[in-house]
DNA sequence: CAGTTTGTACAGTTTAAACTGTACAAAATG
DNA sequence: CATTTTGTACAGTTTAAACTGTACAAACTG
């Protein structure tokens, strides 16, 4: 690609792909990741590793674990091209199903974790409080933190809801996609 | 707080306070500023930097800038406390809020960010394409990026009002709180 | 099955960010 | 207005993570 425009096409493409690096983090990739992401989201084949290499001027290997990274969260997909030994990777097209994957996959993770320690320090505290020989003012600081904890359980439930309302696309109930695919 | 129990007591906090710390980089905060919000979470008093420092053995300066960035982020409320000269800070009791609060302040804003430089160098890409000289192969490749613009910028709109719908808090509508304070 | 190719594990290096200590400006006190 | 207290700016240090190069295992080729 080379001639008049080409130039400014690149420019383009740049300004773009730089504010994505700038704000991907909100999925928790860095910004040499999410520029990764950009370079697949402009490039219209699926690519190979070496492509990647190339275009960014950076290790093989950070190819490797950063396309790692992208399809851990589903971000791209692994293309599987006939009469090539490298794998092929391709962005997602649909960013309403990536967003939605990333609640499913790292927010819903996050939020089951929290749960489980909570329902265990939620037992535990209930056994204590149980105990004839507790400190008094234990108990009570007890009873409040059993208090809290099932406040914050009520909002994990909460929140798991949201989760599953993406999930099962009820949100576009709420917001509907512009349009589908024609 | 020493005696029978206490212990226990610590021990089923530390559990649930290094959950929030694991998994607190959803929000973009360290591990560090995940455990300080943790402890404020079951401190049922309003605290200071000081006291921030001299529980988790840190620096002043460190307890400062942490502070910040949950204020930053509304996840804690500065408050005025008669008497004193020290700030004091407590945690923002409505989670619910708190995670509305997140999206508002740094998706929005990310989206936002996205939106203006996708329009800039779709603006760029528009005049490019109308160039008598301009490479014809260019000018396909051209076409194609304003097309995936186009839809890109359909994407963030609809993520737009996904959030407009958090911050209304029509989202209650679709998953409803599990009930208000008594 | 010998020869290639491809992706990744791992150790070492570089880079970025978290953290600290000092020093100071702003605000409160008497 | 002098004195004390409090929060933060800033430079320097420490720690964590991103990145690289080598080396190798697995998979493909003829």
Redesign the interface.
């Known amino acids: 690609?080379?001639?008049?425009?080409?130039d400014?096409?690149l420019?383009?493409?740049e300004?773009?792909v730089?504010?994505?690096a700038?704000?991907m983090?909100?999925y928790?990739v860095t910004s040499s990741i999410a520029r990764l992401y950009g370079l697949m989201?402009?490039e219209?084949h699926p690519m190979t590793l070496d492509e990647m290499k190339e275009q960014l001027g950076m290790s093989k290997t950070s190819m490797s674990t950063s396309v790692r990274t992208l399809m851990d969260l589903k971000m791209i997909d692994k293309k599987w091209m006939k009469g090539t030994r490298k794998d092929h990777y391709a962005v997602q097209e649909d960013?309403?199903q990536s967003?939605i994957d990333f609640f499913s996959i790292?927010?819903k993770s996050?939020?089951t974790?929290?749960i489980?320690?909570?329902k265990?320090?939620l037992h535990?505290?209930e056994v204590?409080i149980t105990?004839p020989?507790?400190?008094e003012?234990?108990?009570h600081?007890?009873e409040?933190?059993i208090s809290?904890?099932h406040?914050?359980l009520?909002?994990y439930?909460?929140?798991l809801?949201?989760i599953q309302?993406f999930e099962s696309h009820?949100?576009f109930?709420?917001?509907p996609?512009?349009d589908e695919k024609l």
């Open positions: 690609m080379e001639g008049n425009g080409s400014k096409l420019v383009a493409r300004r773009v730089e504010s994505m700038k704000n983090h909100l928790g989201f402009f219209d960013w309403y967003f790292k927010w996050a939020v974790m929290n489980q320690s909570i265990k320090s535990d505290l204590l105990q020989d507790i400190d003012e234990v108990k600081t007890a409040n933190d809290k904890l406040e914050a009520k909002y439930d909460w929140l809801q949201v309302q009820h949100i109930d709420l917001v996609r512009p």
